[in-house]
Every structure is written in C-alpha cells, then in structure tokens.
C-alpha cells in the first residue's frame, strides 16, 4: 500500500476539534498524521499525553529527526518534513523567526516536494490569523488533497476562511465531514 501522510493545522478552538476528529480512528501501518496546534511550546508535552489518554492511540512529540511510522506526531516547535523516499520529519533548523509557532505554513510547505512520492492530506481546522492558508494552497497545487473546516464549526473562522479566500475550488467541510474524509483517506 502507498504510504499516507496527512498534516493537520489549527489554533484557537483546536485541541477539542482533534479530539473530536481523531477519537475512534485507527491507523494501518501505512499511515501516519502530523499535527501543528498553535501552542507555547511549555504546554505541547502536556497536551500530546493527554491526547495520547484520550484517543487511546501511540501520539509521540516530533521533537527531532524520526522515521514516519502509523502514529500521531505532535509538532513540539517549527517542524518539517524531509524530501525523502523514506517519510520522515525534523524540526525547522533554518532559524527562520515565525509569527505563529509550531508554524503550520512551514510543515504544510515543507511536504509540498513529497506528494510526488506519498499520498498526502492537508487539513486546516479553527484559528485566528492565516497560518496554513498559503500551505494548504501549495500542497493543494501539488495534488493533495485539501480540505478546511467551515464557518459553522469552526470556533475561530480565521485561518479556513483564509484557505477559501487564497483558492474558492477548496474543499471545506463541518468537522463530521472532514473525520469522514479523513476516514476513507487512509483506507
């Protein structure tokens, strides 16, 4: 089976909205989700234990260079993923200085490069600002396969109102509907 990546982006509102979309999804060796909420980084290793209790799933902070493996990896700080055959993600070693951290444009353009190789999912979920929207259009442009939550779910229509604004041909869905995409993306 092709190897599956799905990234999902999202701030204000966004811990409960994961739960939500991940609670009961289990996933086959193939695939694996990297997820940037918008969190200081003093509160990630809290949150991803707790994600870990409530979903009942292997989560791992992304907090060095690992081999992708069919688990859910939380984004510590600015993470990337490495163009490689061999699916792997590191966190951002280029210094760069970003308004929003984990930065969920840098791991969303980060992945760009290897939608040629891997089947890949972007999702954006609620926020304030517009971090993912120019990410999620790029990956978009390089055939994966898209999707933001809509106004009536969202807490915060912020960062998927952004995602439409950048490409009106973009997928958006209530939460239910993006769970049920992500459901049949990793069969």
Known sequence: MKQKLILI?????????????????TLPSY??????????????????????????????????????????????Q????LNSQIPTANIDQSGIATTYNPNV???FKSAVPICKVIDVMGILLTGIGDDGASGLNELYKAGAKCIAENEQSAI????????????????????????????????
């Open 31 to 76: 695939a694996s989700i990297i997820i940037a909420q918008h969190m200081s980084k003093n509160f990630v290793g809290s949150f991803a234990n707790r994600l870990s209790q409530e979903l009942n799933s292997e989560v791992e902070l992304l907090n060095n260079k690992v081999t992708l493996k069919n688990k859910i990896y939380i984004c510590e």
């Open 156 to 187: 915060v229509y912020g960062m998927p109102r952004r995602a439409k604004d950048i490409n009106p041909n973009l997928e958006i869905a209530n939460l239910d509907m993006i769970r049920t995409n992500l459901q049949r993306f990793i069969i």
């Open 105 to 107: 444009n840098m791991l």
């Open 9 to 25: 982006g999202a701030s204000t509102g966004g811990p409960g909205h994961l739960k939500k979309l991940l609670t009961g999804i």
């Open 78 to 81: 600015n993470s990337i993923i």
